[in-house]
């Protein structure tokens, strides 16, 4: 989540004192991503350095600083918008990481660890579920936000499913150490 | 009070050496207004737990018990007409007969067990309402949209006052939006007092569940019990 842009967002439609941008952003962010005011000066302070936001009375401090957004903040706001994220490098994934490893230790019960992370994941997926219950109550932000989550939890359970599926499959010997092709024991030369 | 209680089932098809274990001592209990999702990959058992919950299918052995009744002890006719007014069915694939409009497709199960023609189709024009159906009443099953035809099936899963709902795959091929919009409606019908239990590889799904229980290979091997197992399985205590 990029802080920068989020405040950069909220300045477009109209000026804005720096805890007035932190209740926004949470509020906007259905409160799934807490920000510390802190951040938000800091933030503030690089966006200036950077001349993506002023503050007309160059006098005030603190909280009574207004900031908004010049134009090269808006022309920043619109490319940030249509930039994708980089996503081609595959995350250090914890779960994943865990799975790996116990695939190579002797003695693990690989099926029953993975069933303890799933039952895990659904639990948080029920409580999220649970936030988006009462329609009435949620606001749009906070149901996107909610979906985004539990799209990505749901993820790492049918990784799981799959993972589970595929060790099943295959040889319970059969280590990723050992599953050299054979005349490749060596480490190809660079 | 506990509207299913499910103890010790085994379901065995087939004869030596050729059986086949499709359940081995499942015990499930459903109290009034919950709502639980058994999850476990193909062929781990979840539907013909589910058909054995409905009477649909016999168990091996173990007792099945709805609303105080247990089903062994009940004549073939008495464990129809169970069927008929305590429990309601919602398949993946909707099941609703082509040639009746949806509102004779949710008043059916009433005729069929004796209620008046006027009052079925009022009750029947009552679940569909409550499902946002209400003008939709006089479409054939062709009419509808998926998302719409699975509202249906629903509607008739829950008309008059059936205790008990069993649904497998309940979002079947529906998008997103669609499956949340069903678990909203079993979810209502939980708050009506409606016992419900959904079977799904869905953790979207199931996650609407105020219980999960996983199955593999025909037996229980875990479920999820409350929100605080978040906590406790981090180490950390509920503030």
């Known amino acids: 989540m990029s802080v920068r842009h989020a405040l950069l967002a909220l300045l477009s439609d109209g000026a804005k004192y720096g805890l007035q941008l932190r209740n926004e952003f949470e509020a906007r962010t259905g409160e799934v991503w807490p920000l510390n005011v802190g951040q938000v000066y800091q933030t503030l302070a690089r966006l200036e350095r950077d001349g993506l936001v002023a503050v007309d009375d160059a006098g005030a401090e603190g909280p009574q600083r207004l900031y908004r957004m010049t134009r090269a903040g808006r022309r920043e706001l619109e490319e940030w918008l249509v930039t994708p994220p980089d996503l081609s490098a595959p995350p250090r994934d914890e779960l994943v990481m865990k799975v790996l490893v116990a695939t190579e230790i002797d003695g693990v019960d690989v099926r029953a660890m993975i069933q303890t992370h799933r039952r895990y994941l659904i639990s948080v997926m029920q409580q999220w579920t649970k936030v988006k219950e009462d329609e009435s109550a949620l606001d749009l932000h906070l149901a996107l936000a909610v979906d985004a989550e539990l799209f990505r939890l749901e993820a790492l359970v049918r990784w799981l499913d799959a993972a589970e599926g595929r060790l099943k499959r295959s040889k319970p010997t059969r280590r990723a150490s050992e599953a050299r092709p054979a005349g490749r024991e060596r480490e190809p030369q660079r | ?239």
Request: overall charge negative; charged content about 20%; hydrophobic content about 40%.
């Open chain 2, 1 to 239: 009070m506990n509207v299913l209680e499910m103890r010790q089932i085994t379901k065995v098809y087939g004869t030596a050496p050729n059986e086949v274990h499709a359940l081995s001592g499942v015990d499930l209990t459903v109290e009034a207004g919950h709502l639980v999702a058994v999850m476990g990959p193909s062929g781990s058992g979840k539907s013909t737990l589910l058909t054995i919950a409905g009477s649909l299918e016999e168990p091996t052995s173990g007792e099945v018990v709805v609303n105080g009744q247990s089903l062994g002890t009940l004549s073939r006719n008495q464990r129809a007409a169970l069927r008929r007014r305590a429990i309601g069915y919602v398949f993946q694939d909707f099941n609703l007969l082509p040639g009746l409009s949806a509102l004779e497709n949710v008043s059916l199960p009433l005729e069929l067990d004796g209620v008046g023609l006027r009052r079925a189709r009022e009750a029947g024009r009552t679940a569909l309402a409550n499902l946002g159906l209400a003008e939709r009443a006089d479409h054939f099953p062709d009419q509808l949209s998926g998302g719409e035809r699975q509202r249906v099936a629903i509607a008739r899963a829950v008309v008059g006052d059936r205790t008990l709902l069993l649904a497998d795959e309940p979002s079947g091929a529906l998008d997103s939006a669609n499956g949340e919009a069903v678990m909203r409606l079993i979810r209502d019908a939980c708050r009506r007092g409606v016992a419900a239990v959904v079977v799904t590889h869905d953790a979207q799904l199931a996650s609407w569940a105020d219980r999960v229980v996983f199955i593999r290979d025909g037996r229980v091997v875990d479920q999820t019990t409350s929100a605080s197992d978040v906590e406790s399985m981090l180490g950390r205590h509920p503030s």
